[in-house]
């Protein structure tokens, strides 16, 4: 008998959608995890997962939010310091009844005031915390957003490739149409504002409406910061074009070299003044979930709108409610990560070693990553490395035959061999012959560039001749990678 | 021309709507401010909420050992120091040993599998069976940020245009007219019977789905809720397995949502949930496709904030539960303190526990409170000229009908406002009472109706009783004149 739901007569928007982070990769290592076989996952940007600890003091105030009744209890200060103690009294005074009650739609009104004094310490302008709504991650406020952009399927959003395909599978739940522009891979990642102007053009050729532009600075997967130069030509760019700028921003503590800090988008469009400023509409996102912080887990996030007319933000306020509000102790992460301990306060010596520590170590990845891979210049920032891979002539036949992308079946054969678990390139960036008009039609590539995007960690000891060994041997390498032992078992490729 | 602006934007997100925080809450958010800034300006000294079901924002205390396993989950390293023996019930913390062991590395803050955490939802599969006494697979389970966003999956795997129908009950909790008009399907609606209860009549169900078939709509699923919102019934076991029935021949998905299956406040009635029917029918995977959705934000425990909740789904084949699951893992995972309290709530403090007393303690307050709260305020309404109102069997709210006099219909239609909301506008600025507009559920049309929660803390009662009942005794005599 068949199904009220079945495949056939799902959402086709659901069927075509694609999400690589957990896709057919992350399945494979999970079944070879239930075989009992030592996976490192290195798929995702899930820090905890990994080893790094969480930030005491953030888990103290959240535990005693939680707890409150401990907060009378005359032996908490056994446990917990004091300025953990007061900064829960603080939060739940903002509350309007403690973690377990529905905040207002868009966020605690006091941790949003705390969000907006952030910004402006960060950017040196005031920021309105009446247009800052917090989410469960930043990943629904992006959602959230398109949802509102996006009314049919002559609607494109622009968005970088390669890309965190978040973009790529909202944008077609949501029944909407990508529109790539093409980061140069050997201009550092940056931006060609040609190569933009064409990607438009060619949109609008096929009658699509370009709406809005994403930008992943810091980027997923690049790991490039934009420059101010850059920034600012897509800012005109956007302005020019009557188009919605969103500033995925996720990654700005993740910085690993000083040539080149965070600037935020919002801070670059204050700086070139009127009418540009008062005029370019853009939303910045940003998360409890990457940084040093790394609490994926609590899902907090939120969205920044400038320039957006009220009516809409009412309309953008009203989607919000349906959900009631965003989880509350994410919304406390989000308070304490903008606030952090201050110099004087008991734990501040704590939370600045801790927090050291955290990025030092990841900027010490980050390099070593870096110096090793051949085809890469700089791996300057976010978490991810994105090598590029010469893979053989026979190995992309033996894929071909078998249906999959070439770095598909490398990854997969990486993770039989190694345990290590990657995000193939083509999932992030786009398929050359898909759906989308990057080369002629008809035209063969051979001998492409492949991507592998990866981190390696072990504290298990391997034996690097080994480990050689069997990656030598899943592919009989002609020409292709190098492999390398920097320290104590970690390997670059 | 900017490009998001009311005219360009998503035309679905213009249609859809949400009573439960609309205008009526903006309003008393205005006064709210009006009384801080002006104490006195109004005839009442403080807003009264009775908008929304948020028991903990209305002085509800939340159940001591759960929030005992959350912080030490949140904070796993004062586990091993001696001190936290004193603050915390070893039970709690033998509770929080075991729920970390099921985290890999102890990392409450790393995304987990996208359906949630293995052993949390081994724990909920057995709490699951507990309560019905058949057997839940823990792959058949997706925890969500509420329920509300899991929901929201299921419209969007089950609508593909405006021609894919959704049958649901009027009056309805509003989170399904707004899905299904931000995906881009139609409701069709089902009239429950005021008369008897609220009651849910197979004929009407059939009378719905084929005038929908006549208008070329494609009927893919019907929502039951239950115990119901606003209407506060909880079905009989009869009518549940008509349901079923009814489901299975017409080949609809079943969309059960059960979050109140702990707010029954009658004798002569129980919470079957539609699994346990299904199961002892003896209808199984291969017989009905059926959703289940449970949630941390309501019963006796009232969390909302933490935006905790399940899906369970049986009866869909290996490709869509793949596509689910591949839903799923766009947003990567639901927070894990929520998924942890599904976990506690579906698995609480067993008799012989050492927080076994005091929880059931705690739980039978919250729970005979809700009762009395929902009598008395029943009671009141039933006095009120004009007024009749069922009794809450369950759930959290009341939904009376009120009889309004042509006058004040008139006079609705002049200010531009359905009647409804026009009584509750004037109510809430008479008295500082917020409740939702009936039409914000919908309702049979000429009838009118207003949802009011049962939640105000019981000191507080006997005030909202007298100024209602004076505000209601002025209305009519102003409008019946």
Known sequence: ?493 | MDSITIDTINPKVLKCEYAVRGEIVTIAQKLQQDLKDNPGSHPFDEILYCNIGNPQSLAQQPITFFREVLALCDHPSILDKSETQGLFSADAIERAFQILDQIPGRATGAYSHSQGIKGLRDTIASGIEARDGFPADPNDLFLTDGASPAVHMMMQLLIRSQNDGILCPIPQYPLYSASIALHGGTLVPYYLDEQTGWGLEISELEHQLNTAKSNGIDVRALVVINPGNPTGQVLGEANQREIVEFCKKEGLVLLADEVYQENVYVPDKKFHSFKKITRSMGYGEKDISLVSFQSVSKGFYGECGKRGGYMEITGFSPEVREQIYKLASVNLCSNISGQILASLVMSPPKVGDESYESFSAEKEAVLSSLARRAQALQDALNSLEGVTCNRAEGAMYLFPRINLPDKAIKAAEVAKTAPDAFYAKLLLNATGIVVVPGSGFRQVPGTWHFRCTILPQEEKIPAIVSRLTEFHKKFMDEFCG
Request: net charge neutral; glycine share 8%; with cysteine.
């Open chain 1, 1 to 493: 008998m068949s199904k009220p739901l079945d495949y056939e007569n799902l959402n086709e928007n659901v069927k075509k959608c694609q999400y690589a982070v957990r896709g057919e990769l992350y399945l494979r290592a999970s079944e070879l995890q239930k075989e009992g076989k030592k996976i490192i996952f290195t798929n995702v940007g899930n820090p905890h997962a990994l080893g790094q600890k969480p930030l005491t003091f953030p888990r103290q105030v959240i535990a005693l939010c939680q707890a409150p009744f401990l907060l009378d209890d005359p032996n908490v200060g056994l446990i917990f310091p004091a300025d953990a103690i007061a900064r829960a009294k603080q939060f739940l005074a903002m509350t309007s009844g403690g973690l377990g009650a529905y905040s207002d739609s868009r966020g605690i009104p006091g941790v949003r005031k705390e969000v907006a004094e952030f910004i402006e310490r960060r950017d040196g302008y005031p920021s309105d915390p009446e247009l800052i709504f917090l989410t469960d991650g930043a990943s629904k406020g992006v959602m959230q957003i398109l949802n509102s952009v996006i009314r049919g399927p002559s609607d494109g959003i622009l968005v970088p490739v390669p890309q965190y395909p978040l973009y790529s599978a909202s944008i077609q739940l949501l029944g909407g149409s990508l529109v790539p522009y093409f980061l140069e891979e050997t201009a550092n990642w940056g931006l060609d504002i040609n190569d933009l102007r064409q990607s438009v053009a060619q949109a609008r050729f096929k009658g699509i409406t370009v709406r809005a532009m994403v930008i992943i600075n810091p980027g997923n997967p690049t790991g490039q910061c934009l420059s101010v130069a850059n920034l600012k030509q897509i800012i005109q760019f956007c302005h020019q074009e009557n188009l919605v700028l969103l500033g995925d921003e996720v990654y700005q503590q993740n910085i690993y070299q000083d040539e080149r800090p965070f600037i935020s988008a919002r801070k670059v469009l204050l700086d070139m003044g009127p009418p540009i400023s008062k005029e370019l509409q853009l939303v910045s996102f940003h998360t409890v979930s990457k940084g040093y912080w790394g609490e994926c887990g609590q899902r907090g996030g939120y969205f920044e709108m400038t320039n957006i007319p009220p009516k809409a933000v009412e309309e953008i306020y009203k989607v919000a409610s349906i959900s009631l509000s965003p989880n509350v102790p994410g919304q406390i992460f989000m308070g304490l990560m903008v606030n952090p301990p201050k110099p004087g306060d008991i734990s501040y010596d704590q939370y600045v070693r801790e927090s050291k520590g955290i990025l030092e170590s990841l900027r010490r990845r980050a390099h070593m990553m870096t110096d090793g891979f051949n085809s890469c210049r700089n791996v300057v920032c976010a978490m991810y490395s994105f090598p590029q891979i010469r893979l053989p002539p026979r190995a992309i036949e033996a894929a071909n035959k078998l249906g999959k992308a070439p770095d598909v079946l490398y990854c997969l054969r990486l993770l039989e061999a190694t345990g290590i678990s990657t995000v193939p390139g083509s999932d992030i960036e786009l398929d050359y012959h898909g759906d989308e008009d990057a080369t002629d039609p008809g035209e063969k590539i051979v001998n492409p560039p492949w991507y592998v995007v990866g981190r390696v960690f072990t504290d298990k000891f391997i034996n690097p001749k080994s480990l050689s060994d069997a990656m030598g041997k899943a592919w009989r390498l002609g020409e292709g990678m190098a492999v390398r032992e920097l320290e104590n078992n970690v390997f670059i490729f």
